[in-house]
């Protein structure tokens, strides 16, 4: 199982940006993030394959840009014009082929706090 380690996140006020990053221990075929807020079920973000294909929400489509370095098995995600709404734990996660369902997924990180305040 591949061990998966998020930094970056934090506070930023509405229409800001933030970035959060994951690195893994091993080459990942696939790599994506999954956000949760209190109370709510965890839900996809986007995700990306180790040939660079895309997958975004469309919640987050033109304001998320996902990124990879096959070489340092690390994805970056750069949010921009956020919102409160965006406010959630962001997961790294990895799994085997594109799925916008969290439970096809097999490794998680340990999460990292995305706030935003209006």
């Known amino acids: 199982q591949v061990q998966l380690v998020e930094s970056g996140g934090g506070l930023v006020q509405a229409g800001g940006s933030l970035g959060v990053s994951c690195a893994a221990s091993?080459?990942?075929?696939?790599l994506g993030w999954f956000r949760q807020a209190p109370g709510m079920e965890r839900e996809f973000v986007v995700s990306v394959s180790s040939g660079g294909y895309t997958n975004y929400a469309d919640s987050v489509n033109g304001r998320f840009f996902i990124s990879r370095d096959n070489a340092k098995n690390t994805v970056y995600l750069r949010m921009d014009s956020l919102k409160p709404e965006d406010t959630a734990v962001y997961y790294c996660a990895a799994g085997s082929y594109f799925s916008t369902n969290w439970r096809n997924y097999d490794s998680w990180g340990q999460g990292t706090q995305v706030t935003v305040s209006s």
């Open positions: 091993k080459p990942t075929l696939l």
